[in-house]
T-cell receptor, first 118, second 112 residues
Framework: DQQVKQNSPSLSVQEGRISILNCDYTNSMFDYFLWYKKYPAEGPTFLISISSIKDKNEDGRFTVFLNKSAKHLSLHIVPSQPGDSAVYFCAASSKRNAGGTSYGKLTFGQGTILTVHP | EAQVTQNPRYLITVTGKKLTVTCSQNMNHEYMSWYRQDPGLGLRQIYYSMNVEVTDKGDVPEGYKVSRKEKRNFPLILESPSPNQTSLYFC???????????FGPGTRLTVL
């Protein structure tokens, strides 16, 4: 049961254009969402996050949009650069479980390979 | 330098031979976690720990054990490894379960 899905295994974009990476989730308890970037032979690195009380969060060239009704989030990279070529993972967590205590599980999607061509 | 370290980085072993992958962080983080990465499945959480002596199962805990006797270390133990545990393993840590996680460089494990 894949609760976080990235349905596009790969995305190819021209340098300078916009990259849009998508992520869907099924668990309505998720209330915190993150994007990680991963280069080959390295561990993932945190990119940007968004809480469910917001619908947009921006950090430089990176913007994450959250549509709670559709259970969908997206990462926009503008403008895309060749150095952005990597695997991008979205992840989701619920800060509180049904009992109200803190809940440390983090669920990742399958990842999307982004290639930015010069 | 703030970092998460894992050892070994590469390991080839045989079925049934107990092994331990160590994880250490120098950031005084309370939260630590183990993941495995497999093609088409992304990163799946194995176990996590919200503080010393507090551990809990993630999505794929079967065949693994962990311990958190001190804050900086969170070893992953495979008592009797099997070929389906061949994977790329990542350890991660964060200030708390609410914060973004810092990942180690990964351990590539092959079980023959």
């Amino acid at each position: 049961d894949q609760q976080v899905k990235q349905n596009s295994p790969s995305l190819s974009v021209q340098e300078g254009r916009i990259s849009i990476l998508n992520c869907d989730y099924t668990n309505s308890m998720f209330d915190y969402f993150l994007w990680y970037k991963k280069y080959p032979a390295e561990g993932p690195t945190f990119l940007i996050s968004i809480s469910s009380i917001k619908d947009k969060n921006e950090d430089g060239r990176f913007t994450v949009f959250l549509n709670k009704s559709a259970k969908h989030l997206s990462l926009h990279i503008v403008p895309s650069q060749p150095g952005d070529s990597a695997v991008y993972f979205c992840a989701a967590s619920s800060k509180r479980n049904a009992g109200g205590t803190s809940y440390g599980k983090l669920t990742f999607g399958q990842g999307t390979i982004l290639t930015v061509h010069p | 330098e703030a970092q998460v370290t894992q050892n070994p980085r590469y390991l080839i072993t045989v079925t049934g031979k107990k092994l331990t992958v160590t994880c250490s962080q120098n950031m005084n983080h309370e939260y630590m976690s183990w993941y495995r990465q497999d093609p088409g499945l992304g990163l799946r959480q194995i176990y996590y720990s919200m503080n010393v002596e507090v551990t809990d199962k993630g999505d794929v805990p079967e065949g693994y054990k962990v311990s958190r006797k001190e804050k900086r270390n969170f070893p992953l133990i495979l008592e009797s490894p099997s070929p389906n545990q061949t994977s790329l393993y990542f350890c991660a840590s964060s200030l708390s379960e609410d914060n973004e996680q810092f990942f180690g460089p990964g351990t590539r494990l092959t079980v023959l």
